[in-house]
């Protein structure tokens, strides 16, 4: 696959392709952190992972593993920890039991159904080892990645799109060549402090050349109301930055991309900030957003919507 620049040409209205000598490989891999120990939901987490949390009828991590398959991934890679045998169980073949029972009861449909989820895709899983923060799961999954683009996103949050988040920002990856992040508007003042903001110049409508990320820096300090969140598409030079990173790294500092990706930046390495259209993000990393979450996903729901429509109209407003 090439890079593809549309030139119009000015002695006419003829546009010619030029087709750069760069290749720009495919994004066939992704890389799920699901390594947190869910804190905010104990004692519900003590046994199972808050990435098997339910959305009605699926657990949380499959949607995001859904929509990277919708999106072209073939492999996907799941960093877990100690406690997440379940989110491998979950990906893998329908235990003979189960298989026995839904026959006996001409379950076929629900057969099915399961069969299908452990064909979505390659799954490797790798236990997670190194210091506290999102760049370990990277690392962990470097040799797994090699020299290819890939995404990177989280197993508790997400933005459900049209056309998938992942497909659009792999669509500008086609384009450029360049790391992309997932980015939408924040509204609220509390998101200033919980997400990190975009300092950059805008390159067209929707996508900005970032130039930094501030962290969590409250509404009187961001640059803009441009946030970072939930997924990027990294190119492989990522991993070099990270090495660097993790050898400077302070005792007791927690590792996070950021630092690496701000290096690339500084290098001139393109970090493109795609503010995903018509999206939606939803956070179920902590209790209210989950509800939040699973009422609207109970109120989308083809078979439940409706009369679950009904019981919420029901009950008494405080």
Same mark, same amino acid.
């Given at each position: 696959m090439h890079k593809i620049l549309l030139k119009r040409s000015s002695v006419s209205s003829r546009v010619t392709i030029?087709?750069?000598?760069? #290749?720009?490989?495919?994004?066939?891999? +992704?890389?799920?952190?699901?390594?947190?120990f869910g804190t905010r939901f104990l004692p519900q987490t003590k046994a199972m992972p808050k990435e098997m949390l339910p959305l009605v009828d699926k657990p949380i991590i499959q949607y995001i593993? =859904?929509? &990277?398959?919708?999106?072209?991934? =073939?492999?996907?890679?799941?960093?877990? !920890?100690?406690?997440?045998?379940?989110?491998?169980?979950?990906?893998?073949? $329908?235990?003979?039991?189960?298989?026995?029972? &839904?026959?006996?009861g001409n379950k076929i449909e629900l057969l099915e159904e399961t069969r299908k989820i452990s064909q979505l895709a390659n799954f490797a899983y790798i236990r997670q080892k190194g210091p506290y923060g999102n760049g370990t799961p990277l690392l962990n999954a470097e040799h797994l990645i090699?020299?290819?683009?890939?995404?990177?996103?989280?197993?508790?949050?997400?933005?459900?799109?049209?056309?998938?988040?992942?497909? %659009?920002?792999?669509?500008?990856?086609?384009? #450029?060549?360049?790391?992309v992040l997932t980015c939408i508007r924040v509204k609220d003042d509390e998101d200033y402090?919980?997400?990190?903001?975009?300092?950059?110049? %805008?390159?067209e409508d929707g996508l900005?050349?970032?130039? #930094?990320?501030? =962290?969590?820096? !409250?509404? =009187?300090?961001?640059?803009?109301?441009?946030?970072?969140?939930?997924?990027?598409?990294? $190119?492989p030079e990522i991993f070099g930055y990270l090495h660097t990173a993790l050898t400077e790294l302070q005792a007791g500092q927690e590792f996070y991309q950021q630092t690496a990706m701000q290096a690339?930046?500084?290098?001139?390495?393109?970090?493109? +900030?795609?503010?995903?259209?018509?999206?939606?993000?939803?956070? #179920? !990393?902590? @209790? &209210?957003?989950? &509800? @939040?979450?699973?009422?609207?996903?109970a109120l989308a729901h083809p078979e439940l919507g409706e009369d679950f429509r009904a019981y919420i109209k029901s009950l008494s407003v405080v």
């Open positions: 030029a087709v750069m000598s760069t #290749t720009i490989k495919p994004v066939r891999k +992704a890389v799920i952190a699901a390594a947190g593993v =859904e929509e &990277l398959v919708q999106s072209g991934i =073939e492999d996907i890679v799941i960093v877990t !920890g100690y406690h997440k045998r379940s989110v491998e169980d979950h990906f893998d073949h $329908t235990s003979a039991e189960l298989r026995a029972n &839904l026959k006996k090699g020299d290819e683009p890939f995404i990177y996103t989280f197993a508790d949050d997400f933005v459900v799109a049209d056309p998938l988040r992942f497909r %659009q920002m792999i669509d500008v990856y086609a384009r #450029t060549g360049s790391s402090k919980r997400y990190g903001i975009i300092a950059g110049e %805008q390159i900005s050349r970032v130039r #930094t990320i501030i =962290e969590k820096p !409250g509404k =009187e300090n961001a640059p803009s109301n441009l946030a970072s969140v939930s997924g990027y598409l990294f $190119t690339m930046i500084d290098d001139g390495q393109e970090i493109i +900030a795609c503010e995903i259209k018509n999206g939606r993000y939803y956070d #179920t !990393g902590n @209790k &209210l957003e989950y &509800l @939040k979450t699973v009422v609207e996903f």
